[in-house]
């Protein structure tokens, strides 16, 4: 018999507060004002559907969708949980709701993705058989660090290495939080 391998990918869609990546020319489903738009199948259509084709799970984490919309896209495969809004950003706020959900129920194996422009391409459970000492990855987005807005931030910030971000920008993977 075949051992079922339990895993999920946690993503999340709030609109309630502003975008912390609004002006970033790659996000999708964001309105002039900050906010992603409601209720719109588009902001992370592509994740849902590529979601489908693989043996694993998805959660998707709200603050402002109405019972209607939740119930058209939820299917044995996606679940929608509501989450509370508090004082934290879009960014932030998700991990607490990961936290919370995931001390509650117990899963093989978790992903945190972005939701609005991830297409999950393989199955992740896959990384974990093939790399089984590995406990944490972090997924390469499809762009270059020069093409997304970092380096204004880097500096902006008086991080560290600005010099070595600044000439190898033009060679480095971006490596990217929205994909763990």
Not at 51 to 66: A, C, H, M, Q, T
Request: hydrophobic fraction near 35%; glycine fraction near 4%.
């Amino acid at each position: 018999m075949v051992e079922k391998i339990n895993t999920v990918v946690l993503g999340a869609y709030f609109s309630l507060k502003p975008h912390p990546q609004f002006g970033d020319p790659h996000l999708e489903g964001v309105g002039e004002d900050g906010r992603v738009r409601q209720e719109d199948i588009k902001y992370f259509e592509r994740w849902y559907n590529s979601l489908k084709n693989f043996p694993i799970e998805g959660r998707v984490f709200y603050d402002n969708l109405s019972d209607n919309f939740v119930n058209k896209y939820s299917c044995e495969k996606i679940k929608f949980l509501k989450a509370k809004s508090d004082q934290y950003v879009y960014n932030v706020q998700r991990f607490f709701s990961y936290r919370d959900f995931l001390q509650k129920n117990k899963f093989d194996y978790v992903f945190f993705t972005d939701i609005s422009d991830v297409v999950i391409a393989n199955n992740p459970t896959e990384l974990f058989k093939k790399f089984p000492d590995t406990d944490f990855f972090l997924g390469k987005d499809s762009i270059k660090l020069f093409e997304f807005p970092y380096l204004p931030f880097h500096k902006h910030f008086n991080w560290e290495n600005y010099f070595d971000f600044f000439i190898n920008q033009f060679n480095w993977d971006l490596i990217n939080c929205g994909v763990i």
